[in-house]
């Protein structure tokens, strides 16, 4: 099965990314309530980096007639991402990090 879907994300990279990611992800339920859906977090760990992405499933990246409509769910996703994500992020302290199992 071909599964089509497309993602808008915010892509955590550098030193403390990881950090950074964990740290979000401990805010996930308040995160996503302001977002308004359910997000990937994707920690990646045999990366550098982390993501968090806003996904939609079942569409057709090559249908050009619904590009307009793709573009438009990917702006705006992107900017509620940025809108939600990005004061978080710029405001954590990695020495926040307490490294204790999520319960």
Request: charged content about 35%; hydrophobic content about 35%.
């Amino acid at each position: 099965i071909n599964k089509k879907y497309m993602w808008a994300s915010l892509l955590l990279s550098g030193a403390k990314a990881k950090t950074h990611f964990k740290l979000l992800h401990k805010d996930k339920v308040n995160v996503e309530s302001e977002f308004g859906a359910e997000l990937d977090w994707q920690e990646l760990p045999a990366r550098k980096r982390s993501r968090i992405a806003f996904v939609r499933e079942d569409v057709d990246i090559k249908d050009e007639n619904d590009w307009e409509k793709q573009h438009l769910w990917l702006t705006e996703s992107r900017e509620k991402l940025h809108q939600v994500l990005y004061q978080r992020n710029m405001t954590l302290n990695a020495d926040d990090y307490d490294s204790e199992p999520e319960e």
